[in-house]
């Protein structure tokens, strides 16, 4: 493939958000209120709206005669390239929210800094997907603030999702090589520059709620190169199975 | 702690121009909540531009049983309506 750099580039971002969509679609029903439950599965469709963006632009480069759905269905475990925080399990409610809190975030800065990218239709998506973001962030954000300073209970939930999801905040800011090259060419964002940033934002959402910002500097990663946790594999057996066992269904 | 958040009534301006309509009512800790829900509930399929929340406690309404007394006297006074007025053919739109 020509593009295999770029390609790859799409589809680390892409990723993020599919994964991500896939955990809160899990919630689909399940939600711990009717109105959670929607708000968690419309953040979810937000997310899979971006995703198409991404994946068709993805084809259009693999120009392999594969679509976004094969894209989005038939890889192989290693070669999705999400971060990790991201296919961590719906353990409660406040690991629901902790997560994507610390994916908002990272995210909204992200997109801002993609707004910029010499490619157009990835800036043009970033220009799109960010009104999506901030009112994504700023949903979780409310969410850690409110079990952060709700009961003794409440905030102890939030401190343990925060401790046990920490560790993979730092991947974020980890430059594979192909976030080099596409940082190098104008198209990529250069996360190291909003990384002080991130924990700056971060911490001070925490602190405000007296949530205690861990403070291991042992960190995880793998996601963006295709080495993921335990949980993915029995993620995408459930995004997957409809394809696999039919395949090129739709409707 | 409580079993249930309290009710909020949720009112929704679908365009601009437009006075604010009573959409329904959710459930949520705060009013943050309430409207963050509100959006999530009743907006998603681009039905507003603007919302308002309050929780249901605030609202006095009137009772069914007094219905009586207020609407009914109301029933039987047609001169209340200005339709005792012979209109020029030229005024449109009354």
């Not at chain 1, 908002?104 to 800065?109: E, F, G, K, N």
């Not at chain 1, 990218?117 to 043009?124: G, N, P």
């Not at chain 2, 329904?24 to 998603?44: C, I």
């Not at chain 2, 219905?67 to 009354?94: I, S």
Request: include cysteine; glycine fraction near 6%; hydrophobic fraction near 35%.
């Amino acid at each position: 493939m020509k593009n295999e750099t770029l390609y790859k580039y799409i589809l680390s971002i892409a990723d993020n958000s599919l994964i991500l969509g896939q955990r809160l679609g899990e919630l689909c029903g399940h939600g711990p209120s009717l109105e959670t439950d929607i708000a968690c599965t419309n953040i979810a469709l937000d997310l899979l709206g971006q995703v198409r963006s991404y994946y068709q632009y993805a084809a259009k480069l693999a120009g392999d005669g594969r679509t976004e759905d094969d894209i989005a269905m038939l890889r192989n475990e290693r070669e999705y390239l999400n971060v990790l925080l991201l296919e961590q399990p719906n353990t409660d409610f406040a690991y629901i929210m902790a997560r994507q809190f610390l994916f908002d975030v990272y995210h909204v800065l992200f997109l801002q800094e993609l707004q910029k990218s010499h490619d157009v239709t990835l800036s043009a998506i970033a220009n799109k997907a960010i009104k999506e973001a901030s009112y994504h962030q700023r949903f979780s954000s409310d969410w850690v603030k409110r079990l952060g300073d709700g009961t003794e209970e409440s905030h102890k939930k939030m401190q343990t999702a925060i401790n046990d999801l920490w560790v993979y905040t730092d991947e974020f800011f980890h430059l594979t090589e192909i976030d080099k090259i596409m940082v190098e060419k104008s198209i990529g964002v250069d996360v190291l520059k909003f990384k002080d940033q991130y924990y700056n934002r971060v911490n001070k959402i925490l602190e405000q709620v007296t949530l205690i910002i861990p403070e291991s500097n042992y960190f995880l990663k793998g996601g963006k190169e295709g080495i993921h946790t335990e949980h993915m594999g029995y993620l995408l057996t459930e995004l997957q199975y409809m394809q696999r066992t039919y395949p090129k269904m739709s409707w | 702690m409580k079993k249930n958040w309290p009710l909020w009534e949720v009112f929704v301006r679908s365009k601009n121009g437009l006075e604010h309509r009573h959409f329904g009512s959710l459930h949520a800790a705060d009013a943050e909540m309430a409207l963050e829900n509100a959006r999530d509930v009743y907006t998603r399929r681009n039905e507003g531009v603007s919302i308002w929340v309050v929780e249901s406690k605030y609202i006095t309404a009137s009772n069914p049983k007094d219905n009586g007394e207020l609407f009914e006297p109301a029933q039987d006074k047609v001169y209340r309506h200005p339709t005792f007025y012979d209109l020029p053919d030229d005024v449109k739109h009354m």
